[in-house]
Nanobody
Framework: QVQLVESGGGLVQPGGSLRLSCAAS????????MGWHRQAPGKQRELVAH???????NYADSVKGRFTISRDNVNNMVYLQMNSLKPEDTAVYYC???????????????WGQGTQVTVSS
């Protein structure tokens, strides 16, 4: 099995910053694409940012210029630096990773449990 564990969420004032981290561990041969999604109360889960194994990134229009996704391929980690936070960024943030297990050849997707981000004064 593979576990994804997020950290770094919390309460921040509008205009503030947070950095989310996500560590992947377990039965991993290789990690491919990684990303962050979020889900606000009463809304569907949406893509926030995505990064390929080669470092190519893409972002939701709502976070472009404010959020930056990055990764550490040695330690199988993905990060989300969030600046200029707005109340509408309030949500549970989930990381995900596409990986190949050591014991199989099929690429599988795993999700973290989520970390709460609340932007409020």
């Amino acid at each position: 099995q593979v576990q994804l564990v997020e950290s770094g969420g919390g309460l921040v004032q509008p205009g503030g910053s947070l950095r989310l981290s996500c560590a992947a561990s377990g039965n991993i041969f290789s990690v491919h694409d990684m990303g962050w999604h979020r889900q606000a109360p009463g809304k569907q889960r949406e893509l926030v940012a995505h990064i390929s194994s080669g470092g190519k990134t893409n972002y939701a229009d709502s976070v472009k210029g404010r959020f930056t996704i990055s990764r550490d391929n040695v330690n199988n980690m993905v990060y989300l630096q969030m600046n200029s936070l707005k109340p509408e960024d309030t949500a549970v943030y989930y990381c995900n990773a596409d990986y190949r297990p050591k014991t199989a050849t099929m690429i599988t997707t795993s999700w973290g449990q989520g970390t709460q981000v609340t932007v409020s004064s």
